[in-house]
């Protein structure tokens, strides 16, 4: 009786009321809907990439560095390459492991944070350690010899992006679930003898979705930048194509040198269109969940988007 | 003082995992990398070289405490063994000569982006929808999108290839004598606009950011309120009252920040070929030269955590609140 008394109001109105405003502001605001809309179109081309350019992408099709053509629109590569369907081919394998990293080191982030905060005491001590001290090494030197000394493949560099990339997510989530932890609710929980586990994921995760949220976005743009740059440096999956590895190539044909902007400039766009996207749909997150960055928003932005 | 000892401590913990992990890697990596490095470099070794390699590496009969025991002395007394791609200099003397380098162009870089990003923050936040506050952050945070390296290549493509306003390769040209002479100082000044210019306009973006929003949560405090209702005049409140107590987020990611000028400073000198420790990571592991990547992996995470230490330091300077605990 007490117990239905104390569970009932608190989680479902708490819930619900601002995740429905949430995902109306994420609707209405201008940054949300651009970043999304660009997010769908490189969903749309990876998952059409063997329709538009069927066979393999990294076949010789044509004479060596041509420049952009009506039959190759970005022109070749050294080898002779169409550099549109290497482009485009490439966000297949880079939006996968950006995906895959950016999940994973979420859920990784959300157990130890959850861990932390409900637990507490010896755990939540042992457990910050370790995330400071995986924040502090510097994550490119470590990338390195982590691939150095693993065997390369994708398997590898989604792993290693994963060890490397958890801790930020985790020290976000842990400091949010601390103070949700200390809500009246999850003291009713707790009073009414739940499970530490249904307490964890029913009553403090959802109230956290927001910043789950932004975590998730921007541990996918880690992946994707830290996975360009160890296959820029030649530690990736060399036989798979990517935009990192589309870059990687195009600096050992000595492209720059060479004169062909066309080969290199695809690749690092599309990689910056994607970070900026989410990066937008994360800013969107932020400014709908903290009226601080929101408040003066309305009057001053619709005037400035009717100037722009 | 007892802060600076508590974080003291969480250093030297960082910096124990750090050489654990540097041990531990080799010996436990399905297949051998070790062996393959020894095929590829045995003709040019002494015997008694490749017996210390092998124990550094772990290629090694004893019971893996007594390596482990063995290897944490031999960091400690800065035995990293030899180099294999730059045989037979010792890893401690291929690290030093380049360590330089790579910390003129982070620190530099790293010093212009956090100055000149903060107070970029500062105006922003003061002018709540000004033009900076409104032109530059989407500009910054598109150009910090793009992947270091790309821009690296970018710049190099067009001011160093194109333009030919700038050297595109190595930290001074080749042939030059390093001295201290004008005429030296300004070729390496000359090489080094590019790689930095790149990692600052990465990087930027991040710090105007940080400071413009936790300013803009400063300008509401009722202390603000107070110093305006007292008529100071605008700077100084701007500076001695708002940015002043919206800076302390900044100096924690300075800290925070430097592992990343750290990786983008990898990055952009592979580009560039600056000889510095990053370049050098990258050739010591297409050499399979796990000597030396060790060394360099040591050195970095060591640097790293040296300067967050001072960044601590620094901190109890500027919180009160911390040295009063």
Known sequence: MTTALLKQPTPAPAVRKPNRSFVHGLISNKKALTGMAVMVIFIALALLAPVLFPGDPSRITAMASLEPSAEHWLGTTAKGQDVLALTVHGSRSSLFVGLTVGVASTFIGILVGLASAYFGKFIDEALSLVTNVFLLLPGLPLLVILAAFLPPGLGTVILVLVVTGWAGSARVLRSQALSIRSKDFVAAAVVSGERAGRIMFREILPNMASIVMGTLLACVIYGIGAQAGLEFLGLGDVSTVSWGNNLFWAGNEGALLTGSWWVFVPSGVCIALVAFALALINYAVDEVTNPRLRKIKTPKDTERSAAK | ?325
């Open chain 2, 1 to 325: 003082m007892r802060f600076i000892l508590r974080r003291l401590g969480f250093y030297l913990i960082a910096f124990w995992a750090s050489i654990t992990l540097n041990f531990l890697l080799p010996r436990f990596m399905p297949g051998d990398p070790v062996s393959r490095m020894f095929a590829r470099s045995q003709d040019r070794m002494q015997p008694e070289q490749i017996e210390a390699l092998r124990k550094l590496l772990g290629v090694d009969d004893r019971p893996i405490w007594e390596q482990y025991i063995d290897y944490m002395h031999n960091v400690f007394t800065g035995q990293m063994g030899v180099s294999i791609s730059r045989f037979p200099t010792p890893v401690t003397e291929v690290i030093s000569s380049q360590i330089g380098w790579t910390l003129l162009l982070g620190g530099t870089a790293l010093v212009i982006a956090a100055v000149v990003g903060n107070l970029l923050g500062i105006l922003a936040a003061w002018r709540r929808g000004g033009a900076i506050d409104s032109a530059l952050p989407p500009v910054l945070v598109f150009i910090g999108s793009f992947p270091y390296f790309w821009l690296a290549m970018g710049a190099l493509y067009l001011f160093g290839v194109v333009l030919g306003w700038f050297p595109i390769r190595h930290a001074f040209t080749d042939g030059l004598e390093p001295a201290f002479t004008w005429e030296f100082i300004g070729d390496v000044g000359a090489h080094l606009v590019l790689p930095a210019l790149t990692i600052v306009l990465v990087s930027i973006g991040g710090w105007m950011l940080g400071m413009r929003n936790t300013m803009i949560a400063t300008n509401s405090e009722d202390y603000i309120t107070m110093a305006e209702a007292k008529g100071l005049r605008p700077g100084r409140i701007m500076l001695r009252y708002a940015a002043r107590n919206a800076m302390l987020p900044s100096v924690t990611s300075f800290g925070m920040g430097l592992g990343f000028v750290v990786g983008g400073a990898l990055l952009t000198e592979v580009v560039f070929a600056y000889p510095g420790v990053g370049y050098q990571l990258l050739n010591a592991v297409q050499g399979l030269d796990y000597p030396l990547m060790q060394g360099l992996f040591l050195t970095i995470t060591a640097a790293v955590l040296l300067a967050n230490f001072l960044v601590d330091i620094l901190y109890v300077r500027l919180d009160p609140r911390v040295r009063s605990n």
